[in-house]
């Protein structure tokens, strides 16, 4: 991320879209950006697609936009920011995640952002439409979880140091992060963890880990390296430290959902309680061709 004059923000018609337009808010005031609102209506498509009476599919099809849009006019009156540009636009199609990534297409923000999945057993959980919309989507993406963040926010980049397949992971969290840390005047710490390794290995990458910090101006003392299962030591660490964020990479390039994560995001984004900032670390154009040669693969041999 190395501008966020666009946001692409995603309301699902719930009560968590107010939280969500008002944090989008802050970021645009802060970096000058403008909003775009946007919302799907798959409910009402899917009953529209099976409707036998074709003649009013249209009629209907209009209506349900235009009852979208009021939604959406009425949530933007309701975070006042006169100093901030925010449009509105809705579509009605079935496939929500498609639609979103048609208007990614169309607007081409620099963020998105979503709220996560509704609570589940007393928190947030991700659903498979918001993993879906981790793979498609072509920009960073920001989901939420309700809460606002501090007077003075904690961010964390949670990088992996090991993974051969996207050696520049790295380095797109942590300079993801520090852009966003930096214009919010928030604290910014590094966290990496690994499983039982020997000395050697261990050394290697604290110097690394190091390197990458003092490069991004991340004071030593906000380095951490952690030892443990990556599953349960995260997210302990981070509920720990009460963070407000939590910048993690992601892998795109992979068909099935248990693989297009990166390695350190899969359960640990799932049992974070804070916002996500998962980070892009290869190009847009590449995304493109591997969602449609997954969209593809999928269409002729199913999931």
């Known amino acids: 991320m190395d501008k966020l004059t666009s946001i692409l923000v995603v309301a ?31 409910e009402h498509a899917a009953d529209l697609g099976r409707a036998y009476d074709t003649a009013g599919v249209e009629k209907e099809w209009l209506e349900r936009v235009w009852e979208r849009r009021g939604y959406l006019e009425a949530l933007r009156e309701s975070v006042p920011a006169p100093d901030v540009r925010v449009f509105v636009d809705c579509m ?13 297409a169309a607007c081409h923000p620099d963020l998105v952002m979503k709220s996560a999945s509704a609570a589940r057993a007393g928190r947030f959980a991700l659903n498979t439409r918001d993993w879906e919309l981790m793979r498609i989507c072509t920009v960073d993406l920001m989901l939420t979880r309700g809460r606002r963040w501090k007077e003075r926010a904690r961010f964390a980049a949670m990088v992996d140091m090991l993974d051969p397949e996207t050696p520049s992971a790295a380095k797109a969290v942590m300079h993801a992060a520090e852009y966003l840390a930096v214009a919010c005047g928030a604290d ?19 110097q690394e880990l190091a390197g990458l910090a003092r490069e991004h101006q991340v004071n030593p003392e906000r380095v951490h390296i952690l030892t443990g299962e990556p599953d349960d030591v995260l997210p302990a660490f981070a509920s720990k430290n009460d963070y407000d964020v939590v910048a993690l990479g992601t ?10 994560m990166g390695r350190l995001t899969g359960r640990v984004a799932d049992a974070l309680d804070c916002d996500l900032l998962l980070v892009r670390s290869e190009e847009p154009a590449a995304l493109v061709q591997a969602n449609s040669a997954n969209a593809l693969w999928q269409g002729i041999f199913g999931d």
């Open 12 to 42: 699902d018609r719930s009560p968590a879209d107010h939280g969500l337009l008002a944090k989008a808010v802050e970021l645009a005031r802060i970096f000058g950006g403008t909003i775009e609102l946007y919302t799907c209506d798959s």
């Open 92 to 104: 009605c199609e079935v496939r929500a995640n498609h639609a979103i990534a048609k208007k990614i």
């Open 188 to 206: 910014l710490d590094v966290v990496y963890c690994e499983r039982e390794v020997s000395a050697s290995d261990h050394g290697l990458r604290a």
């Open 251 to 260: 892998l795109t390039h992979r068909r099935r959902l248990a693989n297009l």
